[in-house]
């Protein structure tokens, strides 16, 4: 076979795979954006999450539309702000969670958000204490997880500086009779796919 002639095969050849390739790859990012969250989504989730644990007029509305009525939260943070085990589920449902969150949440500041198909990783700082003047950053992670049937939250990995969070509520821990309670078992179990 002519060199000419073989490189026109391999040429055709390789367009013919290159474009299949490329309609594999449109047709499945395609259904896959249909099916995932949006930059947009993601950023709604965060402003309807920050609306329901601030308080917002009629945040219980928004709550039930946005988080399932089992909604789970886990954050050994807050086992030990509140004195709880670590390594245990805060809260079981809904209703749990909003208890717990009874006080309104100060305004915090998204410093960065990211997004998978069904998950939101949001990290945002918030100022806490008594005195504007001394209040302290209070920076935070959570991993918010979205069922993409109902588009309901299912469940949130919480976990924000502790330390900084008991300074600015007074230091209750330095108080006799705080406890640090260890070997919570139903905590986070390992999730890896």
Known sequence: MHPSTLLTFLLALFSLHLSTAQDLISSSSSSQSCDCLTNKDAQDYVA???????????????????????????????????????????????NQYLKVHK????AYETLFL???????????????????????????????????????????????????????MGSPECEPGWQVKRNGQDGIKKELK
């Open 103 to 106: 006080i309104p949440e100060p």
């Open 48 to 94: 309807d999450y920050s609306y329901v644990l601030s308080k917002q007029p009629n945040y219980r509305t928004r709550a039930n539309a946005r988080f399932k009525q089992d909604f789970k939260a886990y954050s050994d943070s807050y086992a030990f702000v509140y004195q709880n085990a670590l390594n245990t589920t805060n809260t079981h449902t809904l």
């Open 114 to 168: 990211s997004h998978t198909c069904d998950t939101i990783t949001w990290y945002s700082v918030g100022w806490m204490g008594p005195n504007p003047a001394t209040r302290l950053p209070i920076r935070r992670m959570k991993i918010l997880f979205v069922d993409l049937e109902d588009g309901r939250y299912t469940k949130v990995y919480n976990e924000q500086n502790s330390a900084a969070m008991l300074y600015a």
